[in-house]
């Protein structure tokens, strides 16, 4: 097919709103549907090729996945042994392990099948995972197994009937995926079934191409054309900035970008407005790098998210996007642009050897790399002891805690304390309950009491509220409350996020270290006018909460907020050690004061309640600032370690080393002996700092 150079600005367009949204530029908060374009992209040019060579009776599949081996596998290996050559020395086991793991995957081509069973795209997490954006190449490779096949036994035995069938397929993914972006949209993202018409659109794209002359079969006019290239532009360029995370995807919102894409290809010409615009130079030398510069953004912005103790700020995110852009035409010069060239290597025979060989051992790199557990001699004893984050967890999180896909009941939740005795305490929150759960199960079995442990991550207790996030969590918290209406247990303990839940914000510590993820939204299933704000509705759902609880006889005890750090604990102690060779007091700890600002509406709200209630002690609480914060050895501020060991496994959740902080004020409330500093009538500044 003849080479069109606004084929490549269209690349170019795919390509740079990908980087720029995993660099977190909210105007490009839809970036994602770049791969999108590339799908389709994909699909005209692979389809144009194999019906020209049909047409010519000289298609075969040999020569089809010799191309496809000189296209993608050179920039791909050579990307992912930068990658694994900068992760040996650089990368922490836990962290190689998991890339190892993705090595693995990709050289099979199976990339978005191992991240839909492990990795939400738009999770923190995915934001640290240098292989992530290989899953589209997964999805690619798979649809190219199959599709120049149906293609072939079609142009045989029912070319008439090519485009039909196309065009059923299509249909069908398409309403497939928006069924599925409703029950199941990380299946919906990351496999094929689901991403098949996108690719489709394109190869419908190149079939009715082959068969007619669209401007001349329409009588459209070069003015017309022309218009639609551009409505094609617009269309893409909404869906970059109007979608989000969160919207449903790819679904019926995928399709803006996916008909404009299709728009472009068949009606952008060097000589409209469209073609003139994609077929300037700069952009077509983008598109030209544009698979090598997307092969090669993700782990430099990986990488630098894991090796910065602080967040990046947008000027770190420019500087990445301009050497990602760097390497891709370094990549693209030296690496993919030798390969594809015949004369550099002619024989199928070597390219072939050269895949198999180079597959081979990526695969058994990475298949060490795994079973190894991240190749851990790398590092001294230390260094393995602070990352080693199974043994700072809490054993309940293997079994305890419910989630959405398994939500435990009453009689199949966890028991914790004395074993011979009926339960008389439920201790109910979030994971950073379940963080603590340990520490609770040991202080009741000392007091021989038995406990029903009642966890559900990112679930606050609560009464008549939604999680906008998490729609389980509002059944869970209304069956746990009916229980515990119905049941003569005795004492509640409550522990949660609360100031996450109360401000809807994700936590800055104010010195580099910011939490990612989106706001904490919630509705009000009760119809109370007088709420307007947010922390007021999510207030009065705690209130209310702890209100029924001790008027049904309940004795109560909250947890208060666990400091919050944004840092990842053990994994910042770790990068200290290594660069300076020890742990203080210090390291990785925060501000006392922003801890106090942070927690001021909840240390409020709970003042309120406390106030209102006329018994009370049949109200408690435990205060994790007392042992965390405002210490002699470290005034001012909230510790992260202690003695080199970590208090948390990860920003925000005790380790079990941390829990046991607790045990004190745990045991003393529960045993009714020496009760706690009562909330007062001090203002929750007052209160933190006469504590």
Wanted: aromatic share 14%.
């Amino acid at each position: 097919m003849n080479y069109r150079p606004e084929i490549d600005g269209l690349r170019a367009i795919a390509v740079l709103p990908v980087i720029l949204f995993h660099a977190d530029f909210s105007w490009f908060s839809g970036g994602y549907v770049g791969v999108d374009i590339f799908f389709v992209i994909s699909g005209y040019l692979i389809t144009s090729i194999i019906i020209k060579e049909l047409k010519q009776n000289r298609f075969s599949i040999a020569s089809f996945y010799e191309r496809r081996a000189r296209r993608i596998l050179p920039a791909l290996f050579f990307v992912v042994g930068c990658g694994g050559l900068f992760g040996w020395f650089f990368l922490l086991p836990d962290e190689f392990r998991s890339m190892s793991q993705g090595i693995v995957a990709l050289t099979f081509f199976a990339s978005n099948i191992l991240y839909w069973w492990t990795t939400d795209y738009f999770s923190p997490a995915a934001e640290e995972n240098p292989l992530l954006h290989t899953w589209s190449l997964g999805v690619e490779e798979q649809f190219y197994i199959f599709f120049p096949l149906l293609l072939m036994v079609l142009w045989k035995w029912g070319k008439s009937k090519i485009s039909i069938i196309v065009w059923s397929l299509c249909i069908v993914s398409f309403a497939a995926a928006e069924f599925a972006s409703h029950l199941w949209p990380s299946a919906n993202f990351y496999l094929l079934p689901f991403r098949a018409w996108e690719l489709g659109a394109g190869a419908l794209c190149a079939i009715y191409s082959n068969k007619i002359d669209v401007t001349k079969t329409f009588k459209l006019n070069s003015k017309t054309t022309s218009a639609l290239g551009v409505v094609g532009l617009v269309l893409i360029f909404l869906s970059i900035i109007l979608l989000d995370k969160s919207t449903r995807f790819p679904s019926v919102y995928a399709l803006p970008s996916i008909i404009g894409t299709v728009l472009i290809i068949a009606f952008a010409r060097p000589t409209n407005l469209t073609g003139k615009v994609l077929s300037y130079k700069p952009i077509v030398a983008i598109g030209l790098i544009s698979f090598s510069a997307y092969l090669w953004h993700q782990p430099i912005f990986a990488f630098s998210r894991m090796l910065n103790l602080t967040r990046l700020d947008a000027y770190d995110y420019v500087l990445l996007s301009i050497l990602s852009l760097c390497l891709a035409a370094f990549s693209w010069k030296y690496v993919e642009a030798p390969f594809r060239n015949k004369n550099f290597i002619k024989q199928r025979s070597t390219v072939a050897l050269f895949s198999v060989v180079l597959s081979t051992f990526f695969i058994v790199f990475g298949f060490i790399g795994h079973t190894t557990k991240g190749f851990p001699f790398r590092f001294d004893s230390k260094v393995l002891e602070l990352t080693n984050i199974a043994s700072l967890k809490s054993t309940n999180f293997l079994n305890c805690q419910s989630s959405p896909k398994h939500i435990l009941t009453i009689n199949n939740a966890c028991r914790i304390g004395e074993e011979q005795q009926e339960p008389s305490v439920v201790f109910w929150g979030d994971s950073h309950a379940t963080a603590i759960s340990n520490t609770v199960d040991s202080v009741l079995e000392e007091l021989e009491l038995q406990g029903i442990l009642l966890t559900y991550s990112a679930c606050m207790p609560s009464v008549d509220l939604v999680r906008k996030d998490n729609p389980n969590c509002s059944p869970f918290n209304a069956r746990n409350l009916q229980f515990l209406l119905d049941s003569n247990i005795e004492t509640v303990i409550l522990s949660a996020r609360w100031s996450l839940n109360i401000e809807g914000t994700r936590f800055d510590n104010g010195e580099g270290g910011g939490e990612y993820g989106e706001p904490v939204r919630y509705e009000l299933q009760s119809n109370i006018n007088s709420l307007k704000e947010p922390s007021e509705i999510v207030s009065w759902g705690i209130k209310t909460l702890i209100y029924k609880l001790i008027e049904n006889g309940k004795s109560v005890i909250v947890v208060m907020d666990i400091p919050e750090l944004a840092w990842d604990v053990p994994k910042f102690l770790a990068r200290t050690y290594l660069s300076e060779n020890t742990i203080t007091l210090s390291t990785a700890s925060v501000s006392y004061q922003t801890y106090k600002e942070r927690t001021e509406k909840a240390y409020v709200l709970f003042t309120e309640v406390k106030q209102s209630i006329d018994n009370t002690d049949k109200l408690k609480f435990i205060y994790p600032d007392l042992e965390l914060c405002n210490l002699r050895e470290a005034p001012g501020r909230c510790i992260a370690n202690k003695d080199g060991q970590p208090l948390y496994f990860d920003d925000d959740h005790l380790s079990i080393y941390g829990s046991e902080l607790l045990r004190a004020q745990l045991r003393n409330s529960m045993s009714k002996i020496n009760a706690v500093d009562q909330i007062t009538t001090e203002t929750p500044a007052e209160l933190s700092t006469a504590r």
